[in-house]
């Protein structure tokens, strides 16, 4: 956003630490803070079929630092942290079909990896700024749309159980401990570095992929499911003035684009875009049937008022953008061989 432009300055020479940093939002944030002159170190288990991907940080390999190492190491994180004045804390479990399957993993990670975060902090840098990046899982079955902070959580699974759990810590060393923490709960968000060999997460650029597959994408139920999506960039400058922010320390903030869509929809857009795929309506799958909590559209009107930022990007933009990206990069990203994929 523009009125945060001037305060970006802060951010060269910062020291910055992201967790995740090779997924798809760490990698995306990288290009950015590198953009900006900040010394930017980047965390990653590079775990099997997660978001991790060197390619993402093509064009900046040699200006930010690497360290493969995993959230729930204490003295690696104990010594990763000291010094730095950001941490963006993105790493995680994020399928929601394999919270089912191996719930163990989601605490273990997105709940001890964040605990060990937090004490790391108390112990070695209790003034560091610490963002936080939950889902809009954490809300469950919505009562009403548009969905504040202040509506009921009653998540539907593992995933985003834990991501409430992480958050709540969070707050509690806001409370207790003095850091300055903040929770984010984003929606779908979709574009360029995204993981693109499965379909656990992130149904926008899997159907994207599909398309220019040109494969069939199933839509389960009837498509009628409402759902907003944002894109990377929105999400990433959301990350940056939410952490510069000083009031929003403390606070639990949406982020998202406002404008719901139907899957049905959703899909139609990028057929239209690509000009390729079709659309097979498809029962839902048992996994996906215990999961599924209906309707989402966030109102976000919380973090405009604190941190003054709100989505920009309509949605064939960003997807047009997005689409020209794996064009460009398709072989760094998916085999041509869907069937083979998903063995």
Same mark, same amino acid.
């Given at each position: 956003m523009a009125s945060t432009t001037i305060q970006y300055e802060i951010f060269k020479n910062a020291r910055v630490l992201i967790t995740g940093g090779l997924g798809f939002i760490g990698s995306n944030l990288a290009h950015r803070l590198v953009h900006l002159g900040a010394k930017v170190t980047l965390v990653d288990s590079m775990l099997p079929l997660y978001g991790g991907n060197l390619f993402n940080l093509e064009g900046i390999q040699d200006q930010v630092?690497?360290?493969y190492c995993d959230i729930r190491d204490r003295p690696a994180m104990d010594y @990763?942290? #000291?010094d730095q004045d950001f941490i963006f804390h993105l790493a995680g479990q994020v399928?929601?079909?394999?919270?089912?399957?191996?719930p163990f993993n989601d605490v273990d990670i997105n709940v001890i990896g964040t605990l060990v975060i937090l004490e790391a @902090?108390? #112990?070695n840098n209790p003034n560091a700024r610490l963002i936080f990046t939950g889902t809009r899982g954490q809300y469950g079955a919505s009562i009403n749309l548009p969905v504040d902070e202040q509506a009921p959580t009653n998540p539907k699974g593992m995933y985003a159980i834990t991501n409430l759990a992480a958050e709540k810590m969070i707050l509690m060393y806001f409370d207790v401990h003095d850091i300055k923490g903040v929770s984010l709960r984003i929606t779908n968000t979709y574009g360029p570095r995204h993981q693109m060999?499965?379909?656990?997460?992130?149904?926008?650029?899997?159907?994207?992929?599909?398309?220019?597959?040109d494969q069939t994408i199933p839509l389960m139920g009837s498509g009628e499911i409402l759902r907003d999506y944002m894109y990377i960039e929105d999400l990433i400058e959301a990350l940056l003035a939410t952490s510069l922010c000083d009031k929003s320390y403390g606070e639990v903030l949406n982020v998202g684009n406002g404008v719901g869509i139907t899957f049905k929809?959703?899909?139609q857009t990028i057929i239209d875009l690509t000009g390729k795929g079709r659309i097979k309506f498809v029962p839902f799958t048992p996994e996906r049937?215990?999961?599924?909590p209906g309707d989402y559209v966030g109102d976000y009107s919380k973090i405009k008022k604190i941190v003054g930022w709100e989505a920009t990007t309509e949605l064939s933009k960003g997807f047009k953008t997005s689409l020209n990206y794996y064009l460009l990069n398709r072989e760094h990203y998916w085999k041509p061989d869907y069937e083979k994929d998903m063995k």
């Open positions: 630092k690497i360290n @990763l942290v #000291k399928s929601h079909v394999d919270s089912v399957l191996d @902090l108390r #112990k060999k499965h379909n656990r997460y992130g149904v926008a650029n899997w159907f994207l992929r599909l398309a220019m597959d929809d959703l899909a049937k215990i999961l599924e």
